[in-house]
């Protein structure tokens, strides 16, 4: 493609842009993604994938704005996949996540009512018992657990690589260098964010290492377990993922330290299933955290036709499909609900 050939340039082949290249294709457009170091260079290739919601409690945009991305996961993920002829890993495999004491119980229940009418019916934030959890689970001092049904889990590796195949299918191109035409979206993760603070003279956000692991355990079609701040994520490829850590300060971006080790022990000590599983990979990168810790996105102030979506942070790819829908119909057909405390009008203007 040439530069006039292009309706939509994204600059940036993580999830958040190759999604909304995704979404751009859909509804017509030409598009080109450019990533000078390759689709998931940075935090998109990691390992661990858990699409996990925020408590259904004090209600806010953010969560509500998830809620809708996670229930439209499943769809975007199947056409994906569909397009691709690429299994992004992706299963609603629910979650388990053990209660400390009966005063977590009680507080859990309280909040199962909340979930019933937040979360629209369409998914479950209850309590029960070991019997009712099942033996894949993580100890639990109450013996009650949280379990959910909104949660889901995906491969970031392979996720990233069927929305290449599926980019290519639609006709759009993925390349490491190019020139830019049409309406260009920045979505190029931690450094961007540190470009954007320089190009504003304030703090919009920073970069945040994570460190995790992939264990060989195959429990593919369990549920994922949270415990002691560390997700547990079983994939389809009879692997586990363990991470991650959360570094403000750190010397390398990309290598793995005693902290990576803690959290194994941690995981281990909490789920007796994986004490003997090998750890079979290791993984750190540095992922986008914006100052409100909710994605930026929206126009990029003084610069017409270029547009941003970033700071994913933990959370990238459970916002994704919604990421990607609000975005394409901002670009293409002027369409704006991106919610206040997301707004780049409000955040940078």
Not at 103 to 122: I, Y
Not at 162 to 171: K, N, P, Y
Not at 284 to 294: E, H, Q
């Amino acid at each position: 493609m040439g530069a006039g050939t292009v309706d939509v340039t994204v600059r940036g082949a993580g999830v958040f842009g190759l999604s909304i290249a995704f979404a751009c294709l859909q509804q017509g457009a030409r598009v080109r993604v450019i990533d000078p170091y390759g689709p998931g260079a940075g935090s998109s290739g990691g390992v661990v994938g858990a699409l996990a919601p925020h408590v259904p409690e004090n209600w806010n945009p953010k969560k509500a704005f998830q809620l809708d991305s996670l229930l439209m996961a499943e769809n975007f993920w199947s056409q994906v996949r569909a397009v691709s002829g690429r299994d992004p890993g992706y299963l609603r495999s629910g979650r388990l996540q053990p209660l400390a004491d009966a005063r977590a119980v009680e507080l859990a229940r309280a909040r199962a009512v909340g979930a019933a009418d937040l979360w629209q019916g369409r998914a479950m934030w209850e309590v029960v018992t070991a019997a009712e959890a099942g033996a894949w689970r993580p100890l639990s001092p109450s013996g009650h657990w949280v379990r959910d049904t909104l949660t889901a889990r995906l491969h970031p590796r392979r996720a990233c690589e069927a929305l290449v195949a599926a980019i290519t299918v639609l006709g759009g191109t993925v390349a490491i260098e190019g020139p830019e035409g049409g309406a260009v979206v920045h979505a190029t993760g931690a450094t961007g964010l540190a470009a954007l603070g320089a190009a504003f003279g304030r703090d919009v956000g920073t970069g945040v290492k994570g460190q995790a692991a992939l264990l060989r355990l195959d429990r593919r079609d369990a549920p994922q377990l949270f415990c002691d701040g560390v997700h547990v994520v079983p994939h389809a490829d009879g692997t586990v993922a363990i991470g991650s850590t959360s570094e403000r300060d750190f010397a390398a971006p990309d290598t793995v330290d005693a902290q990576l080790d803690a959290v194994i022990d941690t995981a281990r000590a909490a789920v007796p299933d994986l004490s003997d599983a090998p750890v079979i990979a290791r993984w750190a990168g540095v992922r986008p955290r914006a100052k409100t810790r909710a994605p930026l996105l929206g126009p990029w102030p003084g610069r017409p036709g270029h547009f941003i979506a970033n700071g994913g942070f933990k959370i990238g790819f459970g916002m994704a499909p919604k990421v990607a829908d609000a975005m394409a119909r901002l670009i293409l057909k002027a369409e704006d609900d991106v919610p206040a405390g997301f707004r780049t009008d409000e955040l940078l203007a």
